[in-house]
């Protein structure tokens, strides 16, 4: 690929400092990257009046993968309409009209923050992805309205084959360069999609004789999520259940700050356009301190390195300095024990870079 384009956007809160430290990452790993900052969020309703500027948008459209800090915060929390909130009319106008069907979100606990995890110590090292349908299902179903005088609510659970099959095949071809098992969650003892989803899941496996596929109802994989978590590796979902297990997965680390995330659209080949950002938010808590952790968001970094621009060399580097950084026992305020010494963003940044000059 040549020059790639990456297109930046810090947005809110701590999204600009974490970023920062991310880009900074990126380059040294990636020096023939082009990089590219625009507006989002609140930042760009104060400076040019909408959360999604069509400049940003068609800078979007026009790079190989998107790297986001976090949007939103109390500034713009109540402002009216709602599509000029920076959430709504920002990022969720941003994936909708970069069709990203696909939502990838891996939630591994580093050895040296076992500690952190609320499981106990032998289900405390996780290793597994959720890959979650993110443009179907009952968010965007219609009819989603109110009758009998706004006594009576109806949402609509929508998905088709071809909706079902494009985020099949990500999990596959995920499970392919892991541990080669796929759990396909849904709730097929009751609801029509699921039985729908079920079928074509099962049809897609048989052009993957490699994975071991296994259903579950979704009710069951809340419980195996904090009972056994180790039994996962890619756990395939739709929209509103991987919305809610892919936060309760989230939290089986112990720390919001570690956790990277994938948006792809599917169907374009082995690279596809993604955007990636922490799964946190803006955390206005403790914007401008200088003590987020930037590794979620690095390590959004090591993703798109690795997914949207095939470089899953510098990837590796880029993972394998955020453990060894870890390892020798460089923390943010976030994840350092009672009494343990802590470093601030930009020095975490600077442990990162004199570990990767090291050039390993
Ligand atoms: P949050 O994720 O911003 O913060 C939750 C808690 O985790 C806070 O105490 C925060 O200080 C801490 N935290 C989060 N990221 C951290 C990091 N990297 N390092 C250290 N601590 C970190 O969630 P919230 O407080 O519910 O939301 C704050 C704002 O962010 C809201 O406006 C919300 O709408 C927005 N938000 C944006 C996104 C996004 O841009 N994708 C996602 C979630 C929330």
Redesign the pocket.
Same mark, same amino acid.
Request: glycine share 20%; hydrophobic share 35%; net charge negative.
């Given at each position: 690929m040549a020059e790639p384009k990456v297109v930046v956007l810090p947005?809110d $809160?701590?999204g600009p400092e974490?970023v920062e430290q991310a880009v900074r990452v990126l380059i040294a790993v990636a020096p023939d990257v082009a990089v590219e900052e625009r507006l989002i969020g609140g930042a760009a309703l104060d400076a040019v009046g909408h959360p999604l500027p069509q400049e940003t948008l068609d800078a979007c459209l026009r790079c190989n993968a998107v790297l986001l800090g976090?949007? $939103? $915060?109390p500034k713009w929390?109540c402002i009216q309409p709602v599509e000029l909130r920076p959430?709504v009319g920002g !990022?969720l106008a941003l994936r909708k009209a970069l069709r990203l069907n696909a939502n990838l979100r891996p939630v591994r606990t580093f050895p040296a923050l076992a500690a952190a995890s609320p499981l106990k110590a032998e289900n405390a090292l996780v290793d597994l992805v959720v890959v979650r349908e993110l443009t179907g299902g009952i968010y965007f179903g219609r009819p989603r309205e109110r009758r009998e005088g706004g006594r009576v609510a109806v949402d609509t659970c929508l998905y088709s084959v071809d909706e079902v099959e494009a985020v099949a095949h990500v999990a596959f071809r995920l499970a392919s360069q892991r541990r080669r098992r796929v759990t396909s969650v849904d709730k097929a003892n009751v609801l029509e999609t699921s039985r729908l989803w079920r079928e074509t899941v099962e049809r897609v496996s048989s052009a993957y004789p490699e994975i071991e596929l296994e259903h579950m109802l979704v009710d069951n994989c809340a419980m195996q999520l904090v009972r056994n978590p180790r039994r996962f590796d890619v756990i395939l979902t739709e929209n509103l259940f991987g919305d809610v297990l892919s936060d309760e997965a989230a939290v089986l680390t112990g720390s !919001?700050?570690m956790l990277p995330s994938a948006s792809l659209r599917t169907g374009q080949g082995s690279s596809p356009f993604g955007l990636y950002?922490?799964a946190? $938010?803006?955390?206005?808590?403790?914007a401008g301190t200088g003590?987020?952790?930037?590794l979620?968001t690095v390590l959004s970094v090591a993703m798109l390195l690795r997914t949207s621009l095939a470089r899953p060399e510098a990837a590796d580097r880029v993972e394998r300095a955020v453990e060894r950084v870890l390892d020798a026992g460089v923390r943010?305020?976030?994840l350092a024990e009672a009494g343990q010494a802590w470093v601030g963003t930009r020095e975490m940044g600077d442990a990162l870079l004199a570990d990767l000059k090291l050039g390993r």
């Open positions: 947005g $809160g701590i974490v976090a949007v $939103g $915060g929390d959430e !990022l !919001l700050g950002e922490p946190h $938010g803006s955390a206005p808590d403790i003590r987020a952790n930037p979620a943010t305020a976030d």
